[in-house]
């Protein structure tokens, strides 16, 4: 079973111990994760339509879409929107402190809510039950 993970790439950063927790939780799990900020290089201005159609390809390759949505930004929607249209399961996670998104909530199989350090105590039991 493979993850793919949607989350800002602006805030990779800034959420990389969030990051390495999913990535854990998903291989304890038996579940390879994948981050396509952090797989793929920056793509130069002028290669947008290549990026998603890479972005889509590694998408359409997943069983399941965890969306990091602590940072709101539209690349995660359209990578929501078309997990969506293709019925991959999404879970939408988020920092106990971001603000709800309703139109991820809406279309989310499951949500998790974290505190930092939290993150494989909430997200394993919502993986044992899409697994």
């Known amino acids: 079973m493979r993850a793919f993970i949607a989350h800002s790439f602006a805030h990779s950063q800034q959420q990389k111990d969030v990051l390495h927790d999913v990535i ?3 291989k304890v799990n038996g579940i390879e994760g ?3 900020a952090l797989s793929y290089p920056p793509y ?14 590694e998408l359409g390759k997943s069983d ?25 399961p ?3 996670m988020r920092d106990e402190g971001a603000e709800y998104s309703k139109t991820v909530g809406g279309v ?13 105590d909430v997200l394993a039991p919502i993986l044992a039950k899409l697994v």
Do not use: W
Request: glycine fraction near 8%; proline fraction near 2%.
């Open 24 to 26: 854990n939780t998903l």
């Open 34 to 36: 994948f981050s396509f």
């Open 44 to 57: 130069p201005q002028g290669s947008e339509r290549r990026m998603m159609q890479d972005a889509c390809m």
């Open 64 to 88: 399941l879409l965890i969306a990091e949505v602590s940072h709101k930004e539209i690349g995660i929607g359209i990578e929501i929107g078309y997990a969506k249209a293709k019925n991959i």
């Open 90 to 92: 999404i879970i939408y």
């Open 108 to 120: 989310a199989t499951e949500e998790v809510v974290y505190r930092n350090g939290q993150v494989a």
